[in-house]
């Protein structure tokens, strides 16, 4: 896939949250159950080869009333987290851990608790798993609204021995696949089989895989769990109380092989887990002015609509406090941003590298309610390309006043395609 084909835009409405830098490297994020009527919290954790603990985030729900209740879900386009104690949700946002949304669960069965959460379609779909033993089952919600849609789109698992149950739950945003586990106990064991679907024939999967562990089974021995990073090809199986990693580059297939365990170290187990992706945005400069433009020195740039992560369609890049009725154009460059390098007709420093490569965007006529109140926002949607995977692009946006008299630019921006 080509830079050019990577980056066709599109002018969007100025309603698209912002994006904030959360981490700069993937984490895994998951709901801790603490025990009945007591309140759970959210714990992060990296799981790179030395394995630190996992820290506290914040609190959340009260405990569940099944051990394999819980599930945790990351939307990328608003930059928030899922949870769920098996009977209710919360949707709480990483930047300042405000609750964006709670709701009871629309359950298919109600003897049955969720025990999965995974976030599919481009962060419009929250889909359910739901257990119990001998028992399980897959539905969506519709995220447009809050609370959101529940959707006539549920399906039995008919494969479960009477007492197996499934909780862990992942989506492939890449291939658009589920992931799913079934735990089979066996006394003072249990046995773990992967499967995996297409999302539109989810409860039909296509293959599936033993998953061996490692660690001491005092630290769990039932998938509780998962995560899937479509950058790295590797999935998180949660068993509790350690977390074991696997490289699974095409889940259509399958084909895994463990890689490495982390003990989560810190209060009690995860009983659900997301993937958060990590990437990087760095400012260059400041926003300015020319002569035969009025005086909007507060010009500025922003990334906007959640993580650039891949799949996520809402990503774009908007132009705050510029003059009324300029004119806007995005320059976006492959690469790093320059130290800048200035013309006699610019009030400031071009960023972007300049070249062959680099895109020069229409945003139209900028609008707003007042003289140096105009914006604009353009859609840069992130393809399934695991190529663009930390992919570093430099942007910056220029603001032609009247017939051109006057040039307004943005400061630069230099970020990363999550990773």
Not at 310 to 335: C, H, K, M, Q, T
Request: aromatic content about 10%; overall charge positive.
């Amino acid at each position: 896939m080509t830079f050019r084909s990577f980056l066709v835009a599109s002018t969007l409405a100025l309603t698209l949250p912002l994006s904030a830098q959360f981490t700069k490297d993937p984490l895994v994020i998951g709901w801790v159950d603490q025990g009945p009527r007591t309140l759970g919290a959210v714990h992060v954790q990296s799981l790179t080869n030395n394995c630190p603990k996992a820290t506290f985030f914040t609190s959340a729900l009260n405990g569940g009333v099944l051990f394999a209740a819980g599930g945790t879900a990351y939307d990328s386009v608003t930059q928030s987290v899922w949870v769920t104690n098996g009977l209710e949700y919360q949707q709480i946002r990483l930047s300042d851990k405000k609750v964006l949304c709670k709701f009871k669960a629309m359950l298919m069965d109600s003897k049955a608790l969720v025990s999965g959460l995974a976030i599919g379609r481009g962060g419009t779909r929250l889909i359910q798993l739901e257990t119990r033993p001998g028992y399980a089952a897959l539905r969506s919600y519709d995220l447009r609204t809050c609370p959101p849609t529940p959707l006539r789109d549920g399906c039995k698992l008919s494969f479960l021995g009477r007492s197996e149950y499934a909780a862990g739950l992942a989506y492939d945003s890449v291939h658009d696949f589920l992931l799913y586990t079934v735990t089979q106990p066996l006394g003072t064991f249990s046995r773990n089989m992967l499967y995996v679907a297409k999302e539109g024939s989810r409860c039909k999967p296509i293959c599936k895989q033993f998953l061996s562990q490692c660690g001491p089974p005092l630290l769990g021995t039932d998938v509780l769990g998962l995560g899937y990073d479509p950058c790295q090809g590797k999935l998180f199986a949660t068993f509790g109380g350690k977390t074991v990693v696997y490289s699974l580059p095409n889940p259509g297939t399958c084909k895994l092989k463990l890689s490495h365990c982390c003990n989560k170290g810190f209060g009690l187990w995860f009983k659900g887990l997301a993937l958060v992706p990590g990437w990087r945005q760095f400012p260059f400069g400041s926003g300015c002015v020319g002569k035969g433009c009025p005086f909007c020195n507060k010009i500025r740039l922003r990334l906007t609509g959640g993580d650039p992560s891949l799949g996520n369609p809402r990503f774009g890049v908007s132009i705050e406090f510029a003059p009324l009725r300029s004119y806007g154009l995005l320059l976006l460059d492959p690469g790093r941003c320059t130290k800048g390098v200035g013309y006699p007709f610019l009030c400031g420093a071009i960023f972007p590298a300049v070249g062959p490569g680099t895109l020069v965007i229409p945003y139209g006529f900028l609008q707003g309610k007042a003289q140096c109140l105009a914006g604009g926002a353009m859609a840069l949607p992130i393809p399934k390309d695991p190529k663009l995977c930390g992919l570093t692009l430099c942007t910056q946006a220029l603001a032609i006043c009247g017939t051109g008299s006057g040039i307004g630019l943005t400061q630069g921006i230099e970020f990363t395609v999550a990773h």
